[in-house]
T-cell receptor, first 111, second 113 residues
Framework: KQEVTQIPAALSVPEGENLVLNCSFT??????LQWFRQDPGKGLTSLLL?????REQTSGRLNASLDKSSGRSTLYIAASQPGDSATYLC??????????FGQGTRLTINP | EAGVAQSPRYKIIEKRQSVAFWCNPI?????LYWYQQILGQGPKLLIQ????????DSQLPKDRFSAERLKGVDSTLKIQPAKLEDSAVYLC???????????FGAGSRLTVL
């Protein structure tokens, strides 16, 4: 059974810092990995999707990497802003487009 | 394009009462998912539909939860009777054929007292 772990559970940093969120998984037989953002009281917004054959994806200040051999993914946020404050979730996509989520990292960017 | 619509957004009930949530996916999205997200945890898949057929309901507590998607479009998720541990946000998502990305609705927050 696939287990997805996100560390840390919560992170608070000053505005402008670069930061890394971590996601680890136990079964490397995945199709894709996806990073989501969740704002309080809202649904999930997809940030980046990494195909299993890819090593990383970039969108603006966000960069996500995938290392299947070690069972790890990271989400790098450059020059953090208060608007980046949210919960970030990683999810593995396995058979039949089934997503298995981590528990999330709650990020707070302090002005 | 319109997003995934869910209602009600909030519901408070007493334990042992029943509740129903409704989801209208994006037009043309054949696959529909219901997820349960307990506070502080990641979403957990309850049931996945492909058109009006069930693909995966292995984590649905079938003694109290039921879901249907009769015409292959909108869907309802019902809980009867509710327990305190059912307090959670119920998220609906949909996906169009061939796509890798799911689109999520805003969710329905249930509080069971």
């Amino acid at each position: 059974k696939q287990e997805v772990t996100q560390i840390p559970a919560a992170l608070s940093v000053p505005e402008g810092e670069n930061l890394v969120l971590n996601c680890s998984f136990t079964d490397s037989a995945i199709y894709n990995l996806q990073w989501f953002r969740q704002d309080p009281g809202k649904g999930l917004t997809s940030l980046l999707l990494i195909q299993s054959s890819q090593r990383e994806q970039t969108s603006g200040r966000l960069n996500a990497s995938l290392d299947k051999s070690s069972g790890r993914s990271t989400l790098y946020i450059a020059a953090s802003q208060p608007g980046d404050s949210a919960t970030y979730l990683c999810a593995l996509i396995q058979g039949a487009q089934k997503l298995v989520f981590g528990q999330g990292t709650r990020l707070t960017i302090n002005p | 394009e319109a997003g995934v619509a869910q209602s009600p957004r909030y519901k408070i009930i007493e334990k042992r009462q029943s509740v129903a949530f409704w989801c209208n996916p994006i037009s043309g999205h054949a696959t529909l998912y219901w997820y349960q997200q307990i506070l502080g945890q990641g979403p957990k898949l309850l049931i996945q539909f492909q058109n009006n057929g069930v693909v995966d309901d292995s984590q649905l507590p079938k003694d109290r939860f039921s879901a249907e998607r009769l015409k292959g479009v909108d869907s309802t998720l019902k809980i009867q009777p509710a327990k305190l541990e059912d307090s959670a946000v119920y998220l609906c998502a949909s996906r169009k054929p061939g796509a890798n990305v799911l689109t999520f609705g805003a969710g329905s927050r249930l509080t069971v007292l």
